[in-house]
């Protein structure tokens, strides 16, 4: 299976406030079985810039080419909200009669697809670009950057998509049930404070990330994927890089993982278990402070996208969610609260590569813990009054 970032731009009609569309993708598997993944009430307000255009991540499935690419054009609307009547425009891709366009899912590299809208008058080119990754029959993961996919205001900007995807496969009664855990996107540049990006947000644009404006918009792709006998799933992130000062040799990392069923109350993998996660460690930013990286793919000799093993004791993965219609992720940090500075709530965050402390919404780097050592999600800690510097240490 690949990951695809899939973008349309803005409809070029004027007093148009959003736009709603629908997009299927179907390979060459016969019917009703072709469905690789469908998604209605995709708008611009919740996944673009709230005035026609959109961006979303997916997948697609370079085993079964060539793809069916389907666009559907549901609604639009004036700047209040107010509906504009279909009787009122010419709409291009109507429901019942999608623009489709027929392409192959290529392994390891980009497919762009353009779709050239009319409404009204000519429309702003319109395309889909399809960032194909890796090759993992179970899990596909890859990091790579668009020169122009989140919008910085009116216009698209540089952006870092980071596409996780995964099924646990079959067993002789179907589908097996998958869940997928997902710690922090961290972004550590130069110079900057590390930006920490939670995944479990709300699916669309989620806004800009911390207090500068290196990263200028983030956004979560997550869904169900509609593959028969199959529960696989797909979770995905994109920030916005602005390019310069505040940019320079940016990375980007955090852990994900699958398993047939939750990781529980403290988010651990399976205790006396050296059990499996991607690794995303992936430089986006030059020292100029321009996005740069390739397409990094999972377990391709040279990328920052890898296969990992936790230590026997296990690693903690902030983030749960279960591949299932209509649910939600589940926080799993260790949260000690108590009336430290006036209240400050603090967090223990356990990941693979350590342990780090938020306190006042601040956060520490990541400790690395002595061999054979961790800090779970069900251990125990205690800020002011339990722990008081009169009683001596």
């Known amino acids: 299976m690949q990951v695809t970032g899939i973008e349309a731009s803005a409809l070029s009609l004027s007093a148009i406030g959003d736009a709603s569309y629908a997009i299927t993708v179907r390979n060459s598997d016969p019917a009703p079985n072709n469905i690789v993944w469908t998604k209605a009430g995709i708008t611009s307000a919740t996944f673009g810039n709230n005035a026609g255009a959109i961006s979303y991540v997916g997948p697609c499935d370079s085993l079964a080419n060539p793809h069916k690419i389907e666009l559907v054009l549901k609604s639009i609307s004036e700047p209040s ?17 999608p623009a489709v366009l027929t392409i192959d899912c290529v392994e390891n590299s980009d497919v762009s697809v353009v779709f050239n809208l009319t409404i009204m008058r000519d429309a702003q080119q319109g395309f889909f670009d399809i960032a194909v990754n890796f090759e993992d029959i179970f899990c596909s993961a890859k990091v790579d950057c668009q020169d122009a996919l989140l919008h910085d205001g009116d216009t698209r900007g540089p952006t870092a998509v980071l596409g996780f995807a995964c099924t646990t496969g079959t067993s002789a009664d179907g589908a097996e049930p998958t869940w997928l855990h997902m710690t922090d996107v961290v972004l550590t540049c130069d110079g900057q404070a590390p930006l920490y990006f939670d995944p479990s947000g709300d699916v669309g644009n989620n806004g800009p990330l911390g207090p500068v404006p290196t990263a200028f918009q983030t956004a979560i792709y997550r869904s169900q994927e509609q593959l028969p006998g199959l529960d696989k ?13 505040g940019a320079v040799n940016c990375h980007l990392t955090g852990q994900a993982t699958a398993s047939h069923a939750t990781f529980g109350t403290t988010g651990l993998s399976p205790d006396h278990t050296i059990y499996p996660y991607v690794n995303f460690d992936v430089q986006i930013t030059d020292g ?65 590569d350590g342990m780090s402390i938020t306190m006042g919404g ?32």
């Open 81 to 97: 909200g107010a509906t504009i009547p279909p009787s009122t425009f010419n709409n291009p891709a109507p429901p019942g009669r």
């Open 233 to 245: 799933c797909f979770w995905n992130s994109a920030i916005g890089i602005r390019a310069g000062s």
């Open 288 to 352: 100029d402070g321009e996005l740069s990286c390739e397409n990094n793919a999972l377990n391709v000799v040279g990328s920052g996208v890898q296969t990992d093993y936790t230590p026997p004791t296990g690693a903690a993965f902030a983030h749960e969610w279960e591949c299932a219609p209509d649910t939600v992720p589940v926080d799993k940090r260790l949260a000690c609260e108590g009336s430290f500075a006036g209240g400050t709530t603090v967090n223990a965050l356990p990941t693979p």
């Open 362 to 393: 601040v956060r520490s780097l990541p400790y690395t813990l002595p061999a054979n050592t961790f800090i779970g999600n069900d251990a125990t800690c205690c800020v002011n009054p339990c722990c008081d510097a009169s009683a001596g240490p």
